[in-house]
């Protein structure tokens, strides 16, 4: 586009019709401005969502560990418990055997003397 050019002359309807040609410019470039403006803030606004996301999924990521390891513990302890619960069952097996020699024993000698 040619506002206007030394060698010529320039004269009022030609700079009234480059005056009208820069403010359509200035118009569209305005409009095309505030759209790029508009996309900016938009992706921003999904940006900010996004990221609003990952911190929540990494809190709940954070939790579900936080649970599993509580749940790891807790199965330990349980595992420790019923290794104990089976030694004093064991023991008490042990105990019970040698009861009933005893009481066998016992009843043996009493049908002896009776």
Request: hydrophobic residues 45%; contains cysteine; charged residues 25%.
């Amino acid at each position: 586009m040619r506002l206007f050019c030394v060698d010529e002359p320039f004269g009022p309807v030609e700079a009234n019709i480059s005056i009208q040609r820069v403010v359509r410019i200035a118009v569209v470039t305005a409009a095309i401005v505030a759209a790029i403006a508009s996309a900016v803030e938009e992706q921003s606004a999904a940006a900010r969502k996004i990221s609003s996301s990952v911190q929540q999924g990494s809190a709940g990521s954070s939790d579900v560990a936080q649970d599993i390891h509580e749940v790891t513990t807790a199965a330990g302890e349980t595992g420790d418990a019923a290794g104990q619960v089976l030694r004093d069952a064991t023991e008490s097996s042990r105990q019970s055997e040698t009861l009933d020699a005893e009481v066998d024993r016992f009843l043996q000698a009493i049908r002896k003397v009776v």
